[in-house]
């Protein structure tokens, strides 16, 4: 049986995280309650979360410092659930790394919905035993000397280093390869990293994709591989080849 994902909800108030923690069990989850940045910090080191529901108005704590270093640390699902629901919280809160952005007060089955998404971009898929050896043939995808394995969810420089993605940078740079040579409109790149239970918030799109490329551009000021379209969208330059 496959073990139930563990969810960490970081909130200060106890009526919350008492209400998530519930909700969520009742889904299948299993889930430790947080109160303060240190208390995540040791629970990521002794027993890491799949997923972490994170709120941003923490006392005498910044949420988005927090944000930085579960990014920087784990390889994890984040998801910022907070009452601070300005435009400009929500690109910072992408930009350091957030997988979704939802703001108080929220719905609980579709908060669950969007913790699923999450959890499903995460996760490779396997495919079926008959099928495996002709899915292997296109699960690796070669650009500009990058190369993407959709199976195992990696990419790697063209000096062979492996290059930590989240889960939606990983969906968006799939979504280009998949599409190499057409200009991509945000409606669709939106479609495919994060699917139906997203908001529609085209500056997700944006932030996402100058994320991507200060991954993989030489020179993020001057992008050669992910050109922007004005007024169409973003666009893979180089072709891709499928080994």
């Not at 909800?9 to 947080?34: K, S």
């Not at 790697?156 to 991509?184: I, K």
Request: aromatic share 6%.
């Amino acid at each position: 049986m496959k073990p139930a994902s563990h969810i960490a909800v970081l909130d200060d108030e106890v009526d919350i995280t008492l209400l998530l923690a519930n909700y969520l069990q009742g889904h299948g989850f299993r889930v430790t309650q947080l109160h303060n940045g240190r208390s995540l910090m040791a629970l990521m080191a002794a027993d890491p979360a799949d997923l972490v529901l994170l709120d941003l108005g923490l006392p005498g704590e910044d949420g988005f410092s927090i944000a930085r270093r579960i990014r920087e640390s784990w390889r994890c699902g984040l998801v910022i659930v907070t009452g601070r629901g300005d435009a400009v919280d929500k690109v910072v809160g992408l930009e350091v790394g957030a997988d979704d952005y939802v703001t108080k007060p929220f719905d609980l089955r579709e908060l669950v919905a969007r913790v699923k998404a999450v959890l499903r971009r995460l996760t490779p898929e396997v495919p079926a035993a008959p099928a495996a050896a002709e899915a292997s043939s296109c699960d690796r995808l070669r650009f500009a000397g990058w190369q993407l394995d959709t199976a195992a969810r990696s990419l790697h420089s063209p000096q062979g280093a492996a290059v930590p993605l989240t889960g939606g940078e990983f969906d968006l740079l799939c979504a280009f390869a998949r599409h190499p040579g057409r200009v991509l409109s945000r409606d669709f790149l939106l479609e495919q990293t994060r699917g139906r239970e997203a908001a529609p918030f085209d500056r997700t799109i944006d932030v996402q994709v100058g994320r991507l490329r200060k991954k993989i551009e030489s020179d993020g000021d001057d992008p050669q591989l992910i050109k922007s379209v004005r007024g169409a969208g973003y666009i893979l330059v180089p072709p891709v080849f499928h080994d």
